[in-house]
Structure formats: C-alpha cells, structure tokens
C-alpha cells in the first residue's frame, strides 16, 4: 500500500491464523470513531444532500477533516468516490474490511463514473455544483 490510508481506516501488518504479525504487506483496518463519519458521509449522500452541504455538518459539529482541518465539498466528493471505503484496493475486491456495503456506495454515486457530470462538480472557485439526479 502506498502514502497515506483513507479516513477511517489505519496501516495494519496483516496475521497469520495464529495472530502472529506477517512480514511483509500491509493491510487496511478500520478506526472506527472515523468510520462513524464516514457512514454519515454516506447516509447524508444518499438522502440527497450535495457535497457542500454534507461538509458543513461535520465543521459544525467541530469534528477535523482528514488533514486535520475544515471539511470541503471537495473532500467529501472524494471520499464518496473512493471504492477503497467498499473495501476495494487498487481493483480488487474485499482487499480489507469494508466501512459501507457495495449496495451504500452505490446507492451514493451521484453520477456514473467518468463521465463529464461526475467531473465538473465544482465551479472554479470550488463551489458545489452538484445536484442529485431526480
């Protein structure tokens, strides 16, 4: 795995059947104080909210972003994108624990993928544009 691990999750040396550390890769595990952010991410995603307004609970309620400072649309545009919080890493599936099931991360994609609405979300000066489809 390279740089850093996504929000809510940390770096863990993978175990054998023993519980005995492994040399050699290492794995995805879950934080779950983070991971309780990242379901309401998702659960917020989901009932429609934009990205802006998803960011905006988080920096009310004082909780820091995943760099350590405020949330952004951008950031929880990201996060929803990111297939690693369905448990999939570098294209394959069940790689490490899963925070949302696949039917979630669908069910908040607002868009397919690569196409030109999914990558035009934000107006130049990092503005939300994003609606949910009907």
């Known amino acids: 795995m390279h740089g850093h691990p996504p929000y809510g999750y940390r770096t863990a040396a993978p175990a054998d059947e023993s519980g005995r550390t492994k040399s050699g890769g290492r794995t995805l595990?879950?934080?779950?104080?983070?991971?309780?952010i990242v379901r309401r991410i998702y659960r917020d995603a989901r009932a429609g909210w934009t990205p802006g307004r998803i960011a905006r609970e988080p920096n009310?309620?004082?909780?820091?972003?995943?760099?350590?400072?405020?949330?952004?649309?951008?950031?929880?545009?990201?996060m929803l994108r990111n297939p690693a919080y369905r448990g999939e890493r570098y294209g394959v599936k069940r790689a490490h624990p899963a925070i949302v099931s696949v039917r979630a991360w669908n069910a908040a994609q607002p868009y397919p993928m690569n196409t030109k609405a999914s990558l035009s979300c934000f107006d130049g000066n990092g503005r939300d544009k994003w609606s949910p489809p009907p």
């Open 60 to 78: 009310r309620d004082g909780i820091a972003s995943p760099r350590g400072g405020t949330w952004a649309p951008q950031v929880v545009w990201r």
């Open 29 to 36: 595990e879950i934080v779950e104080t983070e991971a309780e």
